[in-house]
């Protein structure tokens, strides 16, 4: 098989298992899930991240702060300022930088998008049937960390550190992820539509949608491995 991606477009590509790539092929079927679901996948630690829509950050430089007149309060480590994830429907792809290892990992079965501009359409048009996309982003996922600033008011849960400042993430990005393993291997794409509610309600739903299956190729032949 041979890369048939258009002229002026993205290498875009997903990599799964057999079953779902049959599906896909067969049907143009996708499945686009909540950051919950990812945050709650124990059985797929590829795909597992507890702090899925949570931008984090590392204060390795410890940030001592004056409460109040008798109290001091100090923050250094690993974690996450609580900010609550926008509502929103994930779906993830790959480029061409992926490791090897972490592909494997996906499923043997790849495709390739042909033109990833009209895929993107395809899929609003399709979900637009289901519910209201208040907006939407595709990009590349950044890995790093988050900025952090000091705000004059509470930013949907952010760290207090007195009656009228709070600790907030500077630019909540869901194309922002934390730089380490298994993430930064994955060379990942995602498409991220921003909802007002879920599907029932429910935080745990699926938004399944039927795409034309015109926009996929095959690309299963073990390109991305090595003997």
Same mark, same amino acid.
């Given at each position: ?12 590509? @997903? ?88 592909? @494997? ?70 194309? @922002? ?51």
């Amino acid at each position: 098989m041979f890369i048939k991606t258009d002229t002026d477009q993205l290498l875009v590509f @997903r990599t799964c298992e057999k079953e779902v790539y049959d599906f896909v092929m067969n049907t143009g079927s996708l499945w686009l899930r909540t950051s919950h679901y990812y945050q709650n996948i124990e059985e797929d630690i590829a795909r597992e991240d507890k702090l899925e829509g949570l931008n984090s950050c590392k204060i390795s430089l410890p940030l001592i702060f004056e409460s109040s007149r008798t109290n001091i309060t100090s923050i250094e480590g690993e974690g996450f300022i609580g900010e609550t994830p926008q509502k929103a429907y994930i779906i993830s792809f790959h480029g061409i930088s992926i490791e090897q290892k972490t592909k @494997r990992g996906f499923g043997p079965k790849t495709f390739g998008i042909y033109n990833i501009e009209k895929f993107i359409n395809n899929i609003l048009n399709e979900a637009k049937k289901q519910l209201e996309i208040k907006s939407y982003i595709f990009g590349k996922v950044i890995y790093q960390y988050s900025p952090v600033f000091i705000s004059s008011s509470n930013l949907g849960g952010s760290y207090k550190l007195n009656e009228k400042e709070h600790l907030s993430i500077f630019d909540q990005n869901l194309l @922002r992820k934390r730089p380490v393993e298994p993430f930064i291997l994955q060379d990942e794409f995602r498409l991220v539509l921003f909802v007002d509610d879920y599907i029932n309600n429910n935080i745990d739903s699926i938004l399944k949608i039927n795409v034309s299956n015109n926009n996929f190729y095959d690309y299963s032949e073990n390109h991305f491995y090595t003997q």
